[in-house]
């Protein structure tokens, strides 16, 4: 819009336009913002009429191997889709989906704290908490960031951080259901809990 | 108990006072105002504090300070303008917090100098030390074969 404004072409690069409009040679473009959502807390029973600016959805798929001998699962393909709104970044928006999706992968495969009686942590270390390294990444993985304008949103937008979470547990059980007839109903689904149920 | 010890850093010769429990990652921060290398874990598994210490990428948390006595020393702020590794990663959008990058850049760096065109499994392993919540793995194999490309131009 500015573009066409101040007579300049399509392809006209962001700073020129700037420099045109306001006359500067270089500088920072600086402003503030706020979109406050509709969200309302929960009363006194609980409940709320509004509990969410934003509802995630989405879906995964999963592609998996156990080793039947240790009950050790290799992904072999991820799939990951998430409504995102309008994406405002979108190479960030494909990093989110894809950095929750792995990050719930170590929720489902390795990740538990552990309390002892007194309630204190007992592995608090990465030494005893494993968390997805670069050798974890499934073997393959696709992410695919669906556009749908969020009318409640600032811009069409949504928050689309964890997105890319919430299907990646339950494809995993499933696929490990249908691979080798274990059903497990509690995260992480370790080798050591498969295993006990092969055995 | 503290005792003086001089080190060259990013190049330049300079003097701390360090306490002998003192990691190489606190006198950074404490006495040069380097924040790049971060200490996360503490405990030499996460890589967030790598430093390089005589042309060897080490973990600075791990590493006690007086033991750099007349070594030479360079973090991620030892280069005034952005190198191949540096554009590379911001071009491929490989981190979202940014709080382990200095650490996978200098182990990149490491890693190119010994393996000039590394394939995913051998980016895998060298970097499989370096811990990142945010998982933008992907983006960061695909970050360190754009820097190994743009290195190969230069």
């Excluded at chain 2, 924040?35 to 006690?64: F, H, K, N």
């Excluded at chain 2, 890693?111 to 970097?127: C, G, S, T, V």
Aim: hydrophobic content about 40%; some cysteine.
């Amino acid at each position: 819009m500015l573009r066409k404004e101040l007579g300049l072409a399509a392809d006209c690069p962001i700073p020129d336009i700037f420099k045109k409009k306001y006359g500067m040679q270089a500088g920072n473009v600086a402003g503030a913002g706020s979109y406050i959502p509709s969200y309302k807390s929960p009363d006194a029973n609980g409940l709320t009429d509004n509990a969410t600016p934003f509802w995630m959805v989405g879906a995964s798929g999963v592609e998996l191997e156990v080793d039947t001998e240790t009950g050790k699962v290799r992904l072999t393909r991820l799939v990951n889709v998430a409504d995102v709104g309008t994406p405002i970044n979108p190479k960030i928006v494909e990093t989110q989906i894809s950095g929750a999706a792995i990050m719930q992968l170590g929720f489902t495969l390795h990740e538990k704290m552990q309390f002892d009686a007194q309630g204190q942590l007992r592995n608090a270390s990465f030494a005893e908490y494993k968390i997805p390294g670069m050798l974890d990444l499934p073997a393959s993985m696709v992410n695919e960031a669906v556009v749908a304008e969020q009318k409640t949103g600032p811009f069409g937008g949504k928050g689309v951080g964890e997105s890319g979470t919430f299907g990646v547990s339950p494809a995993i059980a499933n696929a490990i259901h249908d691979a080798v007839g274990v059903r497990l109903t509690a995260l992480p689904l370790s080798a050591e809990s498969i295993w006990e149920k092969l055995k | 108990m503290r005792r003086e010890i001089q080190f060259q850093l990013n190049g330049r010769e300079v003097s701390a006072q360090v306490a002998p429990h003192e990691s190489l990652v606190e006198v950074l921060r404490e006495s040069f105002g380097l924040y790049g290398a971060r200490e996360s874990c503490g405990q030499g598994m996460c890589g967030c504090c790598t430093v390089v210490v005589d042309g060897r990428a080490v973990s600075g948390c791990l590493y006690l300070a007086t033991l750099a006595e007349g070594a030479s020393v360079s973090t991620i702020e030892g280069n005034e303008e952005l190198d191949a590794v540096q554009q590379a990663f911001i071009e491929s959008g490989a981190f979202q917090c940014g709080f382990c990058t200095p650490g996978f850049i200098l182990m990149t760096r490491q890693l190119l100098d010994e393996q000039p065109d590394p394939d995913d499994e051998a980016i895998k392993h060298y970097l499989s030390g370096n811990l990142c919540r945010c998982a933008a793995y992907p983006e960061i194999i695909e970050a360190v074969k754009l820097a190994a490309r743009k290195r190969r131009k230069a």
